[in-house]
C-alpha cells in the first residue's frame, strides 16, 4: 500500500533531511475533530509546497483526488508553481482521461517519475 512506503521509505528521505522539510500527513497532522475538508484545505495553504504522489492506489480514493483539485485551485489562483506531482508507476493517459485538471497539468508542467 502507498501509505507504508510513504511513512517507511518517502518521509524519512524528506524529514530526516539535509536538506529538512517539514511534510504534513493526514494520519499525523490534521487537526482532530476538525472537518476533514477543512483539514486539507489549510494544510495546502499553510504549505510552501504540495506533493502529490501519485498511484493507481491514488486516483481510487475520494479525499486524494479532492487534495489534488484544491492544490491545483490554489496554484491557478496564486500564480505560482506551489504543486510537485510524482508518479510512483506509470499511469496511462486513458486513467488520466477523469482527471482534467491532471491531465491538463502534466501536458504543461513537468513532473517526476519514481
Same mark, same amino acid.
Given at each position: 500500500?502507498?501509505?507504508?512506503?510513504?511513512?517507511?521509505?518517502?518521509?524519512?528521505?524528506?524529514?530526516?533531511?539535509?536538506?529538512?522539510?517539514?511534510?504534513?500527513?493526514?494520519?499525523?497532522?490534521?487537526?482532530?475533530?476538525?472537518?476533514?475538508?477543512?483539514?486539507?484545505?489549510?494544510?495546502?495553504?499553510?504549505?510552501?509546497?504540495?506533493?502529490?504522489?501519485?498511484?493507481?492506489?491514488?486516483?481510487?480514493?475520494?479525499?486524494?483526488?479532492?487534495?489534488?483539485?484544491?492544490?491545483?485551485?490554489?496554484? !491557478?489562483?496564486?500564480?505560482?508553481?506551489?504543486?510537485? @506531482? #510524482?508518479? =510512483?508507476? +506509470?499511469?496511462? !493517459?486513458?486513467?488520466?482521461?477523469?482527471?482534467?485538471? @491532471? #491531465?491538463? =497539468?502534466? +501536458?504543461?508542467?513537468?513532473?517526476?517519475?519514481?
Amino acid at each position: 500500500h502507498d501509505e507504508h512506503w510513504v511513512i517507511n521509505t518517502f518521509l524519512p528521505s524528506l524529514e530526516d533531511g539535509p536538506p529538512f522539510f517539514k511534510v504534513c500527513l493526514h494520519g499525523r497532522d490534521f487537526k482532530l475533530g476538525k472537518d476533514i475538508l477543512d483539514n486539507i484545505v489549510d494544510s495546502i495553504y499553510q504549505s510552501h509546497h504540495t506533493i502529490c504522489l501519485v498511484s493507481h492506489h491514488y486516483l481510487q480514493s475520494h479525499w486524494c483526488s479532492m487534495e489534488m483539485r484544491m492544490a491545483t485551485y490554489r496554484m !491557478m489562483a496564486e500564480r505560482e508553481n506551489t504543486l510537485i @506531482m #510524482v508518479f =510512483l508507476e +506509470k499511469v496511462s !493517459m486513458g486513467r488520466l482521461s477523469r482527471y482534467h485538471q @491532471m #491531465v491538463r =497539468l502534466i +501536458k504543461k508542467k513537468t513532473y517526476l517519475e519514481w
